[in-house]
């Protein structure tokens, strides 16, 4: 019963196949063969992006730091929710790869930020003079870190009021599988056609070993495109970010894209993390401060229960982690249950006895 992350889960047997297949011989490191070139169209095609320059890096973190690195300078913040994990937990990357940009954090429900938050943000640093950090960039979680979803009109009217203010937008796209299994809109449509500007878009937690693409969209807000991709290639390397041997990773990025999978991936993921939601509420002794809209749930359950389920077997995170399974029986207790692409029915079920008692 693991159900401590998605980053916990197996890689896809698919992915693993397609990094023995590209185990073949010889080919030019540093992203210079076939696999990458293929793997690059492919996130294009997907995307509907032609023009978009797409690079590869082998962590959520890299990805999100070294493209907020590219896209503001030192003397700037990025916008930011409050639970966004380049706030809470990427040991200060943004900051350190963006040369010492701040972040402004604004709150919203379910780590979804509001428009007014991000009005009232925008306005505050409109006062920013020679003494005050400038506005940098808008930085957006899709799904968000507390397991929601932004509609594509929810993230058009925040990336309304950044592009107000000339601000790129990023999103870190870590379970952006997950949001387009959910939503069954297009990755355009979740993206660049709903104003976001660059994307990190995991597969890392959706069944690769390690792939994460930086798609720089071709908008208006980098001028000269190019120029900005060599600039990204240049921070990766000068991060220490660029694999010799980019093939391996550039195959798991093309085969997840490769006719759907990542959304069959992302889709078995949401699947029983409902299920696993369904069957708590069953129980009558959950409640949910936050909807299951992705691949990940929150309940707060009894302390009891918790002790029920830690006696089982079960794998999870107590959220936030230090609440302890000593005291009142009946105190209720917030946890954070993930679900992946390889969580069985059985394990969920389990999980669901266990705590149902
Ligand atoms: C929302 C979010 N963004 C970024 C990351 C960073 O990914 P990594 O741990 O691969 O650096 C994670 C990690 O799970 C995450 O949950
Ligand atoms: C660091 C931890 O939060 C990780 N990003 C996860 O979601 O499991």
Redesign the pocket.
């Known amino acids: 019963m693991w159900f401590t ?3 916990a889960g197996p890689a896809a047997p698919e992915l693993m196949q397609a990094v023995m297949e590209a185990n073949d011989g010889h080919a030019m490191p540093y992203g210079a063969d076939p696999i990458t070139a293929r793997a690059q169209d492919r996130v294009r095609e997907v995307f509907e992006a032609p023009n978009a320059v797409v690079h590869f890096v082998a ?4 990805a ?1 730091a070294l493209a907020l690195g590219s896209v503001t300078a030192p003397w700037t913040t990025v916008f930011c929710h409050r639970n966004a ?1 380049i706030e809470e ?2 040991c200060g990357a943004p900051e350190f790869y963006t040369g010492g940009a701040k972040l402004t954090l604004i709150d919203g429900e379910h780590a979804r930020m509001t428009e007014a938050g991000l009005a009232r943000a925008l306005r505050f640093t409109a006062r920013a003079g020679v003494h005050n950090v400038q506005r940098g960039a808008l930085s957006l ?1 899709q799904a968000t ?1 507390l397991g929601a979803v932004y509609q594509p009109e929810d993230v058009a009217a925040l990336a309304a009021l950044a592009r107000g203010q000339s601000l790129p937008v990023h999103m ?1 796209g ?2 952006f599988a997950n949001a387009c299994a959910r939503l069954g809109k297009s990755p355009a449509e979740m993206s660049w056609k709903a104003g976001v500007d660059v994307l990190c878009l ?1 597969a ?2 959706n069944g690769a070993m390690a792939a ?1 693409a930086v798609i720089f969209f071709d908008g208006d807000r980098f001028g000269d495109l190019a120029a900005k991709g060599w600039e990204f290639e240049l921070r990766r390397k000068r991060g220490g970010h660029l694999f010799s041997k980019l093939r391996f990773m550039s195959a798991q990025m093309d085969r997840w894209l490769e006719g759907g999978l990542w959304l069959d991936l992302a889709g078995r993921a949401n699947a029983m993390a409902d299920r696993l939601a369904a069957g708590l509420k069953a129980g009558g002794r959950a409640r949910f401060d936050h909807p299951v809209e992705a691949n990940a749930l929150f309940p707060a359950l009894p302390r009891a229960m918790h002790r029920r389920l830690h006696e089982a077997g079960a794998r999870y995170y107590m959220w936030p982690f230090d609440q302890s399974l000593e005291g009142p029986d009946d105190e209720m207790l917030t946890c954070r249950l993930v679900c992946n692409w390889a969580t069985s029915e059985a394990d969920v079920d389990a999980f669901i006895a266990a705590a149902n008692g």
Do not use: C, L, V, Y
């Open positions: 992350s998605d980053n962590t959520g973190t890299a999100n994990h937990d990427e979680t870190e870190d870590t379970r995991g890392s937690k994460e």
